[in-house]
């Protein structure tokens, strides 16, 4: 408390005390008693009333003591098991968790990672992919600007993400690798990668690229073959020495029937090899019989028509062109689709066309749209000519029901440039984006869809999407979620199947690693989408006939099961929505690839080299006791005394307030008792 306080508070007391006695002993020839309690009580409530004015306050001070952190950082990954290393994993885990001379320096935080990192000392060692890199950015989040020790217990070995041993860039704290794993080095062949299109078209080559790796000194003769079943479709003698370790091959392949083909690749594996389940990879290609040709038409260049090109043809079984007005309606019953972009009076005659034989088309408006042309070409829509351009951003719409769509951050994305003005529909339509100016939303459309005389449409109403394109790619370092937002677009616009009330979206194979999951959505008897359905799957294994019930569950705007844990095989399986007969079937298959099965020994190199870049030191298991040692001496590591001062009032006024109605309704009562009022 200040001096100055401490002297209005003298001052306030002095002050309340001869206001008091002035008022009760002033001019009494004798003071009684209930004079000196009058003037008490009175010198009480005035008091108490300056108090409140000045409201005394004073420091608090609170000194804490802060532990420095450790995370114990665990590849819970089943290559740990593959290795044989759940076991000691666990015992040094055990070991510095029940540490006391840890426990007593440091916070102790257990971490689990696989494909993502979690705060948790649950180990199963199950987790089928490895993302090392990923689980440092997030605690690079977690522990910034933070005195924190790490111990890294893993086999070093990632299947995906970037390179760990980089990851001191953002991540400072000193990491200490405990090496789980072989780190002798034996004679190993095996396909580092291999790569196939998805699909390809009956009777056509399509190209395979394989990347053979050899760990080894003495020269060795292998073979590479591809199979299927008992039949070779290709194979190809190699050779290795220790200089000459890694090979391309560059082959192709004959698509020989509809559907997908399911092959093996080999590399014969050399005698006394101690891991022979990297020496194959399953991999899968889906033959077609005919491709969706799809027509983008302008008569004028855009960055655009590349963007919408690329997502498009993402997909191995879609084919774009380009043409102009003229050139589409002379080949316009050659494509399932048209892409029109930004049309004008040149492209009357083709709307004609598109009108005559009920062709699905995607129309893109833009600021060179003709609007006079369009409002008088087109019956399903009119656009409000202001003459004045505007920027909008997208906000997705949840109850969009055609078809599925997942938010690909829309509201990240730049903005749209487009004509101002109302868009007014006479014809049912749904909105898929709506348009976004600021934080504020419109009820105009900037993409919809609509089907019209057993047509399907859509229109955009804004250029430069190609800024999405690359938006989508900065936030994910991949252009797949914009392309299958596209795809699934061009799918809907490019069928003419019937509407349907029961909706799925599945792969025809699945890589053994990735996830397997399938989509569906449900929709009432006025195709509204139906939230409070109850759908499930029946899936059946072909090879040992096998069935299991699978509930789905509601995710946003549709349904999603997840099937990741199923093991690799042919599978069969009916979707159906209870009390409504209705229902589903198809079919998918599970690659057999286990990538955390693909790793020898434990990839002590890059731990090192981890350890070093950090300013940490590498150990192995039985150097466990050594590691809480050097924790325990390492001045790096101490406590640290914070103080926090707080300002508090002397006094609380609600007290304060409680004593003045007492002392002045004591006053009170005591001068009408003695019938001085």
């Known amino acids: 408390m200040s001096s100055e306080t401490l002297l209005l508070i003298i001052l306030a007391g002095i002050i309340a005390l001869l206001l008091a006695l002035f008022q009760y002993i002033r001019g009494e020839e004798s003071v009684s008693r209930l004079h000196v309690l009058l003037s008490a009580l009175r010198f009480i409530t005035l008091f108490s009333v300056l108090l409140l004015l000045i409201n005394p306050k004073f420091e608090s001070t609170i000194l804490t003591s802060k532990k420095p952190n450790l995370v114990l950082l665990v590849d819970n990954s089943s290559s740990i098991k593959h290795l044989k290393q759940e076991e000691i994993a666990l015992n040094v885990i055990e070991k510095i968790t029940q540490s006391e001379v840890l426990n007593d320096k440091f916070n102790i935080s257990s971490y ?202 993402s997909n191995e079984q879609r084919s774009v062109f380009f043409l102009s007005p003229n050139d589409a309606i002379s080949q316009i019953k050659d494509f399932q689709l048209l892409i029109i972009y930004q049309p004008n009076h040149k492209f009357n005659k083709l709307f004609d066309v598109i009108k005559k034989e009920s062709i699905n088309n995607l129309l893109i408006v833009g600021t060179k749209t003709d609007l006079n042309f369009l409002n008088r070409t087109k019956q399903s829509f009119t656009h409000e000519i202001t003459n004045a351009i505007e920027y909008y951003s997208a906000e997705l719409n949840p109850n969009y029901a055609p078809f599925i769509i997942n938010d690909i951050d829309f509201e990240s994305f730049p903005p749209l440039k487009s004509n101002f003005g109302d868009i007014k529909f006479s014809v049912p339509f749904d909105v898929i984006l709506q348009k976004k100016r600021g934080n504020l939303t419109t009820n105009q459309p900037l993409l919809a869809s609509y089907e019209e005389n057993n047509r399907r449409e859509a229109v955009l109403f804004g250029e430069n999407i190609w800024q999405w394109r690359a938006q989508s790619f900065v936030n994910t370092t991949s252009f797949n979620d914009f392309d299958d937002f596209i795809g699934k677009l061009v799918q809907y616009l490019a069928s003419s199947k019937p509407r349907d009330r029961l909706n799925l979206e599945y792969q025809s194979f699945y890589d053994g690693n990735s996830s397997v999951v399938l989509n569906a959505q449900f929709f009432d008897k006025n195709y509204v989408f139906d939230s409070r359905a109850s759908l499930n799957l029946l899936v059946k294994d072909e090879a040992s006939n096998f069935e299991q019930n699978f509930p789905f569950v509601l995710k946003n705007n549709n349904y999603q099961v997840e099937l990741s844990r199923l093991p690799p095989s042919e599978y069969r399986f009916i979707v159906k929505v209870e009390n409504e007969g209705i229902s589903k079937s198809g079919s998918f298959e599970i690659l057999e690839f286990n990538v955390e099965q693909q790793f020898l020994n434990a990839n002590s190199d890059k731990l090192n080299q981890l350890a070093q870049n950090s300013g940490g030191v590498p150990y192995f298991p039985n150097q466990t006791d050594s590691l809480i040692e050097h924790l325990k001496n390492d001045n790096h590591y101490q406590a640290i005394q914070e103080s926090n001062k707080n300002i508090v009032p002397l006094l609380a006024w609600n007290y304060l307030l409680l004593l003045i109605a007492i002392s002045l309704t004591s006053e009170w009562f005591l001068r009408k008792y003695n019938g001085l009022i």
């Open 112 to 313: 689990t990672f696989g494909a993502q990192i979690k705060a948790s000392d649950t180990l199963s060692f199950s987790e089928t992919q490895t993302n090392l890199s990923d689980a440092f950015n997030q605690l690079s989040q977690i522990y910034k600007n933070s005195n924190t020790a790490t111990i890294l217990i893993s086999d070093g070995n990632q299947t995906f993400g970037s390179d760990y041993e980089f990851a001191t860039t953002n991540y400072k704290s000193p990491i200490y690798p405990v090496v789980l794993g072989d780190t002798v080095k034996y004679t190993d062949l095996k396909i580092k990668q291999l790569h196939a299109n998805r699909y390809a078209y009956l009777k056509n080559r399509f190209p395979v690229e394989a990347i053979i790796t050899y760990n080894g000194n003495a020269n060795v003769n292998s073979r590479f073959v591809v199979t299927q079943g008992e039949t070779t479709w290709y194979s190809q003698r190699v050779t290795f020495t220790k200089q000459n370790n890694s090979k391309t091959l560059h082959f192709t392949l004959l698509a020989k029937r509809v559907g997908v083909s399911r092959l093996k690749a080999t590399i014969i594996p050399i005698e006394n090899e101690k891991n022979t389940v990297n020496n194959s990879k399953h991999f899968a290609v889906e033959v077609i019989d005919q491709k969706t040709k799809i027509a983008i038409v302008s008569d004028f260049l855009h960055p655009d028509l590349g963007a919408f090109k690329k997502s498009i043809e």
